[in-house]
């Protein structure tokens, strides 16, 4: 089942900060984070393992807590380049090794 | 190395037509998949492979065929397309033997329209 994102949307101002969630009905292994700007194809961010571990991309990092099956990315004062749209993708345990569940995707807007 | 390529960008199919559309990776990468994109939808799995001569389904796979004959090539085929149909298109691969922690590197994406 696919995971579900909030906010559907957010509009920020550089140097402002946001926090995206994410929010799966199974138990997950590990969350992944990725990045699609306009026309582009989704680039990777980040791995988060169970444990809670956080992980960071330059201004931005994420954490995972495996018992609310939950994962949260916090992007600190963001730029112009941070503006695209966010997916978490899950996996659970079993099954396929590398199969992600992705989720419905967060719309972020940076503005000058 | 050339990523994972997809072929063709775009696509402008009648409905009932058949068509498949191409994905090819240079990185050795065990594992593929094919995801669609939709408004507010996300990125939903349609079919994925773990290896050559082995597939499985994703979370929406009705109306799509695929086949891994290659570790490189892994084409998704649309046997009568639908006006449902019409959507953005990835490829994605990985390398596996990290326990499931492998960066996907997806594809450029085509767009398909079904009229």
């Known amino acids: 089942q696919q995971p579900v994102q909030s906010p559907q949307a957010v509009i920020l101002r550089e140097g402002e900060d946001a926090v995206i969630n994410c929010s799966s009905s199974k138990a997950l292994y590990s969350v992944h984070w990725y990045r699609q700007k306009h026309g582009e194809a989704p680039v990777f961010l980040m791995i988060?393992?169970?444990?809670?571990e956080q992980k960071g991309h330059e201004k931005i990092s994420a954490s995972f807590n495996e018992k609310k099956q939950q994962s949260s990315l916090y992007l600190t004062a963001s730029q112009l380049s941070y503006s695209g749209t966010y997916f978490c993708g899950t996996k659970g345990y079993g099954g396929a090794t590398n199969k992600l569940i992705f989720g419905t995707g967060t719309l972020l807007a940076v503005q000058p | 190395n050339a990523g994972v390529t997809q072929t063709p960008k775009f696509q402008v199919l009648k409905t009932g037509q058949s068509m498949t559309l191409q994905c090819a990776q240079d990185m050795n990468h065990e594992y593929m998949s094919w995801y669609r994109q939709d408004p507010g939808m996300g990125l939903r799995l349609i079919h994925y492979?773990?290896?050559?001569?082995?597939?499985d389904q994703g979370e929406v796979p009705n109306g799509y065929n695929v086949s891994r004959s290659t570790t490189e090539d892994f084409p998704l085929r649309l046997l009568s397309a639908a006006p449902s149909q019409t959507s953005v298109y990835f490829c994605?691969?990985?390398?596996?033997?990290?326990?499931?922690?492998?960066?996907?590197?997806f594809g450029p994406g085509t767009r398909l329209t079904v009229l």
């Open positions: 492979s773990v290896g050559a001569g082995i597939t």
């Open positions: 988060l393992l169970k444990g809670g």
């Open positions: 994605a691969s990985s390398p596996t033997g990290a326990g499931g922690l492998d960066t996907q590197y």
